[in-house]
Structure formats: C-alpha cells, structure tokens
Nanobody
Framework: QVQLVESGGGLVQAGGSLKLSCAIS????????KGWYRQGPGKQRELVAS???????NYADSVKGRFTISRDNAKNTVYLQMNSLKPEDTAVYYC????????????WGQGTQVTVSS
C-alpha cells in the first residue's frame, strides 16, 4: 500500500520555525524525486522544495535561505525545516514523490496545515 503521511504542521508566530515530516512507504521511497508543495488560500499549488535520489536540491525563490529539505533513507522520511516563517508561508503543505521517467509514479500525501500569524 502506497502511503505518504505528513506531520509537523501547526500554528506559529512570524519569525518562528516548524519542521515537517513525511513518512513514505518503503515501496516508493526509492523513486527519484521527493518534494514539498504548498497551496495557500486562493492560490495554486506550488513547489516549495525538492530533493533527488542523489541529493540534489531545488528551492522556490521565496523560501531560499529559510527552508531546508532533507531525507533520512533509513527512516523512509523526508523533512522540511522551515525557519524565519512569514505570514505568506501560510498554506497546506503536501509531500510528493514522483519519477522523472515514468509519469504514472506520482504520489501525494494528504497535506498538513501551516499557519503563520503576524
């Protein structure tokens, strides 16, 4: 059974930090790209950060220098450390696993709410 389970969201004041976790089923953990996306109120879903199987990372300009994506292969888990949070970071954050070579391998978690108060 394929599962991606996010945790770690919540309410935080501006300037604070949160760390999101995404536990991924072992059967799909080896798929190429793991990423975090977010969808704010009235906005389209956007890529926040991604990491490839060789550790190459990519960040949205709006989070560079504040967010860090990482993974723990032993725990089949991907993390998103979010520092210096801003109200505009408020969104539902989704974990994603996808293949760069097979579009059928594209999996999503249920999302976790992050709310940043000013």
């Amino acid at each position: 059974q394929v599962q991606l389970v996010e945790s770690g969201g919540g309410l935080v004041q501006a300037g604070g930090s949160l760390k999101l976790s995404c536990a991924i089923s072992r059967s799909i953990f080896s798929i190429n790209v793991k990423g975090w996306y977010r969808q704010g109120p009235g906005k389209q879903r956007e890529l926040v950060a991604s990491i490839t199987s060789i550790g190459r990372t990519n960040y949205a300009d709006s989070v560079k220098g504040r967010f860090t994506i990482s993974r723990d292969n032993a725990k089949n888990t991907v993390y998103l450390q979010m520092n210096s949070l801003k109200p505009e970071d408020t969104a539902v954050y989704y974990c994603n696993v996808r293949s760069m070579t097979d579009a059928r391998n594209d999996y999503w978690g249920q999302g976790t709410q992050v709310t940043v108060s000013s």
